[in-house]
């Protein structure tokens, strides 16, 4: 991938993935003594997104520095197969079981990559383990850790995994028992209060201790429950976790979601997407945006709904990207809608934070969504320069090319060129905010043409056939209203935009003329950015200055405060 996406990534993947001192994330776990801390999942977050980088580039080096990496977290495995820092103990307690998904995730991660036996065989020794400490007659899965053992129980995920790639019934078995054990009186009820509605921020009463076991909306932690389920739903097809999964879905999205596609409040949800004009305490965790993401992600390969694909560029462009440092070293912990960019502080006695590691994975997973495979064809989600070679359900091999300097304009080229002539059916994501769209091949208007559906062209493709996509990037006026008054902000395509110091207008607090009617629509004049700015916009509203939310705030101090929600009157 190229522009603008593809520099970002390759940002990302120099300056904090690869950058990362390696051996400092597996130092922890050769020593056992801890008893609360999360210092174990920066190993299994790290690799993960260092994977799916290896994959993106095909770098031998990096190739090693996995391999090597591996090893190295293998080698602290003990010989009863955990593999952790926490004291025999304190098994169980804090963070202990969460730390150990992250690992299992990136073993597994790298036997896909790899085919490293190895590697595979830790995570069966890990996951049996765990099996020694937790399940009927054993300790109650549910009561381990924090969140209503929400944080624990997620490990629902990689444990569906590994039962896929041994087809080892003991781990559908333990899947199916970590489910089960969610319905319990003690559990957190994800099914039961996703199917009648119960809205996630007020599914268990306000706990007296807010990161405690009793607290049950904490957001990434449910997020992440939620997509282990959509796993084992790929290996059972029960119906009821489908619909739970998708009614929590719809749930959060309506409720908890703001503008930049990110939401919570201290790292829980809050009816955020309501409250999102008022000030409130650490807002998006960058750890709630990246597995907002990775839900939208297997919705998007489940349902085949390009929606789910929208929720994940409007979360790329705005929240996720807004939170990386311009040259991709780093991540916010927390971000707003308003104020000034801060990073978040060091954890566990590391020198990073959830957020910091979680950050690449939501980077990593734009090359793996861009552009998909399905039985009929390819579909293409995200618009981006890039060269994509694919298989056709055929075997015949199938590039595509993507001109375009999106989102800067909404015009996207594609050459879709095959071996040979044939005929398949390519699926074109059009934005449900893309009103006025134009599709031509080879000049001439294809496909049926939906806001929030795919375009289908279905064709006998030849070598050089040539697609044109024309999106439409008018600036939209979006509202939203607190007790006290009536706001509003404009989006531009995938981006949100916002009022930036920098552009040199200093009354950014003021009340925003020009929007005070119904209009809907705003014309923005494209104007020369300050430094440190991609994009920056004149509206004919009151001659208003915006930028892209992404570069809004990039200086990380008070030079650059921002705000996206103008008020009017
Ligand atoms: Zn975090």
Redesign the pocket.
Same mark, same amino acid.
């Given at each position: 991938m190229g522009g603008y996406l593809g520099r970002k990534i390759d940002l990302c993947i120099s300056n904090r993935i690869f950058a990362q001192n390696r051996e400092r994330l597996v130092e922890p776990f050769r020593h056992r003594g801890e008893r609360g801390c999360w210092q174990t999942e920066f190993w299994g977050k790290w690799f993960l997104s260092a994977v799916a980088a290896g994959r993106y580039t095909g770098n031998p080096d990096q190739r090693q520095w996995l391999r090597a990496s591996v090893r190295e977290i293998l080698a602290t495995q003990t010989p009863d197969g955990y593999i952790g820092n926490y004291s025999a103990d304190s098994h169980l307690k804090g963070w202990d079981i969460w730390g150990r998904k992250y690992t299992l995730l990136g073993l597994l991660a790298w036997y896909d990559m790899a085919g490293d036996a190895a590697a595979l065989d830790g995570g069966r020794r890990l996951a049996g383990h765990l099996l020694t400490e937790v399940g009927p007659g054993k300790a109650d899965i549910v009561r381990c850790g924090l969140y209503r053992g929400m944080a624990a129980t997620s490990v629902l995920e990689p444990v569906v995994l590994l039962y896929r790639r041994t087809g080892d019934e003991t781990y559908l078995r333990f899947a199916e028992y970590i489910v089960s054990r969610w319905s319990s009186r003690q559990g957190p009820q994800l099914i039961e209060k996703a199917l009648d509605g119960t809205p996630v921020a007020e599914r268990f009463p306000r706990p007296k201790k807010w990161f405690s076991w009793e607290n049950g909306e904490k957001a990434?932690e449910m997020m992440s429950c939620y997509t282990g389920l959509l796993e084992l739903y790929r290996e059972t097809g029960r119906a009821a976790w489908m619909n739970a999964a998708r009614r929590a879905h719809e749930n959060i999205l309506a409720a908890e979601i703001n503008i930049v596609g990110s939401g919570s409040a201290e790292e829980c949800w809050y009816g955020g997407t309501l409250r999102q004009t008022q000030p409130a305490h650490n807002t998006m965790?960058? #750890?709630v945006a990246v597995s907002w993401m990775e839900w939208n992600a297997h919705l998007l390969r489940l349902t085949g709904d390009p929606r789910f694909a929208d929720e994940i560029e409007k979360t790329a462009y705005n929240a996720l990207l807004g939170a990386m440092m311009p040259d991709g070293s780093t991540f916010a912990?927390y971000s707003a809608l308003e104020g000034a960019r801060t990073l978040g502080e060091a954890q566990c006695g590391m020198d990073l934070?959830? #957020?910091v590691a979680?950050g690449p994975r939501g980077v990593m997973l734009l090359p793996q969504v861009a552009v998909m495979m399905g039985a009929e064809g390819p579909a293409v989600n995200l618009y981006s320069e890039g060269v994509w070679n694919l298989q056709l359900a055929s075997g015949t091999p199938c590039r595509i090319d993507v001109r375009t300097d999106y989102p800067l304009t909404g015009r996207i080229d594609l050459a879709v060129r095959t071996e040979r002539p044939e005929t398949f059916r390519l699926r074109l994501r059009i934005p449900a905010w893309s009103e006025e769209t134009s599709l031509t091949v080879n000049g001439s208007k294809a496909g049926d043409v939906h806001p929030g559906a795919y375009a289908t062209i279905d064709r006998h493709w030849k070598p050089g056939d040539r697609v044109r996509l024309q999106l439409d990037l008018r600036g939209r006026v979006l509202r939203a209203a607190d007790a006290t008054r009536q706001y509003a902000a404009v989006v531009r395509g995938p981006l949100v935009l916002a009022r930036d110091l920098r552009l040199g207008q200093s009354g950014i607090d003021s009340v925003a003329g020009g929007f005070g009617d119904e209009r809907k629509l705003v014309l923005l004049q494209d104007v020369p950015p300050p430094p440190g700015i991609t994009m920056a916009f004149a509206a004919d509203a009151g001659g208003i200055r915006l930028c892209d939310y992404a570069s809004a705030g990039n200086s990380w101090d008070a030079s650059s405060r921002y705000r996206v929600w103008m008020p009017l009157a």
């Open positions: 990434y965790e960058t #750890c912990k934070n959830c #957020c979680n």
